[in-house]
């Protein structure tokens, strides 16, 4: 059926004013470089490998964190991540630096690390560097043995307005509503963090891959 010209061009009108990556996936990490990320704090290194980002630990370094360059507030972020079993690590969202020398990262964290023999606190969120330490309720905060040591793990963060969810491997592992973080931190970087080791202990290393985000309306 042929359309009549005023409702045909109305419904170009229309469709041109819908953004055109409006509610789409992008990927953060084109598998090749790493474009479109800045590392702030700390001295660990990162590498790009096998379509892989690798970060890996330095001896005496404080946390490091590969930083994306673009800022996100509400949105669903997927990635995979394999993780040393001594090493702790994170993914920071919302976050943002202090206006100190060092312009410390702080902000909402998704914990990452192995379940170990008595399960760990994998997918829960903690507060970089904000004075509060666990945003996840102490009652909530319960180790589990859903992050599949030395083996690929997904996780799935949906972050809007002051209501942090996540999932592991399919598994929803945090429910956060913190009006307070997202007050002041309501939006910001996505940040890959590999964490400062003790001396005389490593290199360790954690690697991510398949990193994606959708923003939300």
Not at 42 to 70: H, W
Not at 73 to 98: A, C, M, P, Y
Not at 148 to 156: P, S, T, Y
């Amino acid at each position: 059926m042929k359309l009549p010209l005023r409702f045909a061009a109305a419904l170009f009108v229309s469709l041109a004013a819908v953004p055109a990556f409006a509610g789409e996936w992008v990927e953060l990490f084109d598998g090749k470089t790493l474009d479109g990320w800045t590392q702030r704090n700390g001295t660990a290194t990162y590498r790009v490998e096998d379509k892989t980002i690798v970060g890996k630990t330095n001896t005496g370094s404080p946390n490091s964190f590969l930083c994306s360059d673009k800022d996100y507030g509400d949105f669903e972020l997927e990635f995979e991540v394999k993780v040393h079993d001594k090493l702790n690590s994170g993914v920071q969202i919302r976050s943002q630096t202090k206006e100190t020398p060092t312009g410390r990262v702080n902000g909402p964290q998704v914990e990452i690390e192995a379940s170990g023999d008595g399960g760990a606190e994998a997918g829960y969120i903690y507060g970089e560097a904000t004075g509060r330490g666990w945003l996840t309720p102490e009652d909530e905060l319960k180790p589990h043995k859903q992050f599949k040591d030395g083996e690929w793990n997904k996780f799935r963060v949906v972050a809007r307005g002051p209501r942090i969810q996540t999932w592991i491997n399919g598994k929803p592992i945090a429910d956060l509503t913190d009006e307070p973080i997202y007050k002041t931190h309501p939006k910001g970087f996505i940040g890959l963090q590999v964490h400062g080791i003790g001396k005389d202990k490593g290199p360790y290393e954690v690697a991510w891959r398949n990193i994606r985000i959708k923003e939300l309306d």
